[in-house]
């Protein structure tokens, strides 16, 4: 339905998101039952993350323009209402007024049978326009770029009566995709970016221009990567063919440019002078292969906030039985550390789940031994350590390890490989698990003490080294037991100077609740 003010009406029932967890057919009354029977068995899940923001039910992947509106956290969401398959996307919606509780609010996208968006409303971003909150996305397929505003503070959207406000890559170029928009405002016009690449050269973003957000013309290419051109940074790494989710923004007295590289969320910190962005440090956001397409937003603390899409680690059928796939990252706010390099950190707003308290300093902890933690225990907690590393081979903490050690998973920073990593070789007694270990590039200054930060929150395991390395994992332990905590020291000699343990309470008891 076209309303007068030329915008597209979405369907009452996909407004009130309805659609969520209902199955197709059947009546009220059975779709009701079944809910309720799914929000059961979701809530007795024990991978199931309790305290990161998830959608009730179904499948879920990038956050889409999350933003601050009128005293509220936005987070919309790649979401699949259908089941825990990445099939038909929606942008799901939450808000909150916090960072850390989330309350669902109804659907914002879905697409339209015969638009542009017909077989998916794909990632993008949000801005405000006059006081219009406005939301910029992919339609599927061809990739093009369109428009929704809502006029009800977020609640409804309606879709452009022209989209595509951008129909096709500029003439000539042969890309290897078009999509994920990022737009920003200068002076009194909109620049808009979209991740793109050039097959066989390598990835790359679009830069356009508007004055009104419709209507928009091609520049240059903001920025451009070569395959195999590697950049100083933590952990030089190339950036491949196609630039997915492209996200462009000042941080202190540089520009960043986040993009997802179809394998790892990749920053570069440079300049950005005459609408060209020369990047001159490069790294990944995150050292692991669970973290995928990176998005940010300001606050009114003036924060730069990025969230992203933490992927789950095990076949796609016990997704789809688990009813459930995909969880927001916690949030992470970004600066720029003294050397130059981006640091990161959880804002203090987390600080709110925090419960039972239990502190330690100057543990003894033999090299090599196996000892757990006696009377700490748990799969919802936030550990903060700090090692003195001496002479060791490796120190961390052992996590979700059952009393006989037969599932355990190993946190550690490896002094002599200068690496971060979660060890998963035994994190599960199940064959249907990813249990390689993860991480990447991370070393320590002479003298400087390894300050470990790691939130496990079920199945999912978000550790921080130092404010300046982030690491995200997956683990499904399969016994009830795997809740143990213990300290590593291999070979040589280390100090753990103190270790901090917190039970963190969940978000959101009432998942289903729209
Ligand atoms: N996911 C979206 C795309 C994006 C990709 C589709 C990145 O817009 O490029 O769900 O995960």
């Known amino acids: 339905m076209v309303n007068r003010r030329g915008f ?23 779709d009701h039952m079944k809910n309720e029977s799914l929000q059961k068995k979701l809530a007795a899940d024990p991978q199931r993350p309790r305290y990161h923001l998830m959608p009730p039910a179904n499948w879920m992947n990038d956050p889409n323009g999350p933003i601050f509106w009128k005293g509220q956290y ?7 209402p259908n089941g825990a398959f990445p099939e038909s996307m929606h942008w799901g919606h939450a808000g909150s007024p916090d960072l850390v509780h989330w309350k669902h609010l109804p659907i914002a996208l879905a697409p339209t049978p015969g638009g542009p968006d017909k077989d998916g409303c794909w ?29 009800d503070d977020m609640m409804t959207w309606r879709k452009f009566a022209g989209n595509p406000v951008v129909a096709a890559p500029p003439e000539g170029m042969e890309t290897t995709g078009f999509r994920d928009p990022c737009v920003w405002r200068e002076a009194d016009e909109w620049f808009l970016a979209i991740g793109s690449g050039i ?15 419709v209507q928009w013309d091609y520049l240059h290419l903001l920025c451009k990567g070569r395959k195999e051109e590697l950049l100083p940074g933590n952990d030089p790494v190339s950036t491949g063919e196609m630039w997915e989710c492209p996200d462009f923004f000042p941080l202190a007295d540089k520009h960043a440019l986040i993009v997802s590289t179809q394998g790892a969320v990749v920053f570069s910190l440079g300049s950005y002078v005459n609408r060209y962005f020369r990047p001159e440090l490069q790294g990944k956001a995150d050292l692991g292969d669970s973290y995928y397409a990176a998005r940010s937003m300001t606050d009114e603390k003036g924060r730069r906030i990025l969230w992203g899409w933490i992927r789950e680690g095990r076949s796609d059928a016990a997704q789809r039985a688990a009813g459930w796939a995909g969880v927001m990252s916690l949030p992470r706010a970004l600066t720029l550390a003294p050397g130059g ?7 203090s707003e987390i600080e709110a789940l925090r419960g039972k308290h239990q502190r330690f300093e100057n543990l003894p902890v033999l090299p090599g031994s196996f000892s757990l933690l006696k009377g700490v225990r748990g799969d919802g907690l936030e550990i903060h350590a700090e090692f003195e590393p001496g002479t060791s081979e490796a120190v961390g903490l052992m996590v979700r390890s059952t009393p006989d050690g037969k599932e355990q998973t190993s946190i550690t920073y490896n002094r002599t490989s200068g690496q971060l990593l979660v060890e998963r070789e035994h994190s599960s007694l199940s064959l249907d698990v990813d249990r390689g270990s993860q991480g990447g590039p991370f070393t320590l200054a002479e003298n400087e003490t390894l300050k470990l930060r790691v939130f496990l929150d079920a199945s999912v395991i978000e550790a921080f080294a130092n404010d300046r390395a982030c690491l995200t994992s997956r683990i499904y332990p399969s016994r009830p037991d795997s809740l143990g905590l213990g300290a590593i020291i291999r070979s040589g000699k280390a100090r753990l100077k103190a ?12 998942r289903l609740t729209t």
């Open 74 to 80: 936005h987070m919309f969401y790649q979401y699949n």
């Open 499 to 510: 270790l901090d343990v917190w039970e963190l309470r969940p978000i959101s008891p009432d």
């Open 8 to 30: 597209l009406t979405l369907s009452a029932a996909t407004l009130l998101g309805r659609r969520i967890a209902l199955p197709r057919g059947g009546n009220m009354r059975a």
């Open 341 to 347: 390099m981006l640091a990161m950190a959880p804002p």
């Open 199 to 213: 097959k066989g050269q390598g990835g790359m973003v679009l830069l356009y221009r508007s004055k009104d957000l």
């Open 123 to 151: 990632s993008g971003c949000a801005v405000v326009d006059r006081g219009v909150p406005t939301l910029i996305y992919t339609g599927v397929f061809p990739q093009v770029q369109c428009l929704a505003r809502s006029e």
